[in-house]
């Protein structure tokens, strides 16, 4: 196998990586039914911010994104 074979393939399973764990977390954001005890409760926070904040210019969807996390 070439080295360039090997690259293609290894370059395309981490852009399936990344594509599947982008999915992962935007649902995990979007659902938000996790509760503070639960194992994944920090990873679902991280999730929203990344989501909801990141992407978002709005100041006024931003600062109601806010409030909703800090309840």
Known sequence: MSKR???????????CFAIIAGAATYRLARDGSLIPQDLLYSLQLRSEQ???????????????ILLVLLE
């Open 5 to 15: 074979r090997l690259f293609i393939i290894i370059l395309s399973l981490l852009l």
């Open 50 to 64: 990344l989501w909801s904040l990141t992407w978002n210019d709005d100041a006024l969807n931003r600062a109601e």
